[in-house]
Structures are given as C-alpha cells and as structure tokens.
C-alpha cells in the first residue's frame, strides 16, 4: 500500500513564476492537509480539504496561493508569482475520514526554491 | 505567538538509556496532542498520540505522558537506539468544527550515540 506521494521533491523557480505541487493521498484516504515548513521552523498549517471541497483554509496566505483536490487526480498547491519567502518545504499529509481522532499520514514533502 | 513548545533543540542520550523528550502547551483548548518524528528530507512520521482525557498511552519503546494541569506532556523512549536519532515534533488539536489542523513545535533533535 503505498504512502503519500508528493511531487516534484525539488522545484526552483525564479521570482515570479508558478509553482505547482502535486500530493497523491494514501489509497483509500479522501482528507488531505497541506502544511509548510520555513527554515529553522515548525510546520504550519496552511489549508485541509475533502474531495472537491476545501474545510479549512485559515492558514493560506491570502494572496497567491490557492489548493484544489478534485475528483479525480492529486490534491494541487499553487503559488502564483513565487518570492523568495515562498522558500520551504511545503508537505502533504491524508487521512482516511474527517474524524478528529484520525492519523495524518504524510509525504515526502516538496522542497520549493525561488531564486 | 508559539502554542506549542519544545524548549530543548537539541538532546543527547547514550544508547540503551531512557530518551525524555518534553512539551509544553498555552492552549487549554488543545484535546489531542501527537508525537512525530522526522528524518532529513523526508516527511514527518507519526509516532504515538494521547487523548487529553488520558494522562498516559504506551506503544512498545514509546510512551507518552500528559499532565494537564501543567499543560505539559513528554515521550519517553526506552531503550533508545542509534535509529531513533532524529527531530522529534509534538504537534496538538483544538477539536472544534471541521477543524482540524494540527499545532506543532519547533520540534527537538535528539541523537542517540552508540
């Protein structure tokens, strides 16, 4: 059974391009979570979503960002006009249900770069 | 404003010893808190978690107490191995709603010498 797939693992963009990361849940899985990591930081919540519909997304930016999980095919973080604080690994993680005492199951991450 | 903290960057331990890595929270709202352990350029792995209306869960090595009146909790791993050397996260949850992101701390690098 495979895990999170995140991809691509590494991504440099220069300012002002897009970025466009891809994670693929665990079989099964219809949650996903996307959550970034600064250098020398905790992760961060960024958004959680459901098939089609996005729960929560308190923690995006509200500017430039956006994130889809459609019904068919991996969730999408988008980043319009990258900057170079947009630096970070940005990770994925699923979970079977919504049920608050369920296990969030994570990727490998995608370490984004903006030169 | 960090709601969860790890206070230790860093812990050392001789291998076969007891690892006793802690947490401490601000938010009283928190009604689950999770363990995660981390390796260089991979994702985050979960560990072992405890509901706050338990004070201690063990899972094999692992066991993780909670005092919420301190608004602590800690994980103590024994014996420790070379293997568990990594970052070691404690993340929480406010149970409210469709909430349901998690609040982690900076986490604590432990290395685990043979």
């Known amino acids: 059974n495979a895990g999170v797939m995140q991809n691509p693992r590494h991504l440099v963009r220069r300012r002002g391009q897009e970025a466009r990361l891809r994670c693929s849940p665990m079989?099964?899985?219809?949650?996903v979570y996307w959550y970034r990591q600064l250098p020398e930081e905790g992760l961060k919540f960024m958004v959680y979503?459901?098939?089609?519909?996005?729960?929560?997304e308190s923690g995006m930016p509200k500017e430039r960002f956006s994130a889809e999980f459609p019904k068919e095919g991996p969730s999408i973080l988008r980043i319009q006009q990258v900057v170079r604080g947009d630096s970070a690994a940005y990770f994925c993680?699923?979970?079977?249900?919504?049920?608050?005492?369920?296990?969030?199951?994570f990727g490998p991450g995608t370490r984004l770069t903006v030169l | 404003d960090q709601q969860v903290k790890q206070n230790s960057p860093s812990l050392s331990v001789q291998e076969g010893r007891i690892s006793i890595l802690n947490c401490d929270y601000t938010?009283?709202?928190?009604?689950?808190f999770l363990w995660y352990k981390k390796y260089p350029a991979e994702g985050p792995t979960f560990l072992i978690s405890?509901?706050?209306i338990k004070d201690k869960n063990e899972d094999g090595r692992f066991t993780v107490f909670l005092n919420k009146s301190a608004k602590h909790l800690s994980l103590h791993i024994v014996p420790s191995q070379p293997g568990d050397s990594a970052v070691y996260f404690c993340?929480?949850?406010?149970?409210?709603?469709?909430?349901?992101?998690?609040?982690w701390g900076l986490g604590t690098s432990l290395a685990v010498n043979p």
């Open positions: 993680a699923s979970s079977l249900s919504g049920h608050p005492g369920d296990t969030q199951y």
């Open positions: 079989k099964g899985h219809s949650h």
């Open positions: 405890i509901s706050s």
């Open positions: 993340a929480a949850r406010v149970n409210a709603g469709n909430n349901r992101k998690l609040i």
């Open positions: 979503l459901q098939k089609e519909n996005i729960i929560d």
């Open positions: 938010n009283s709202m928190f009604d689950y």
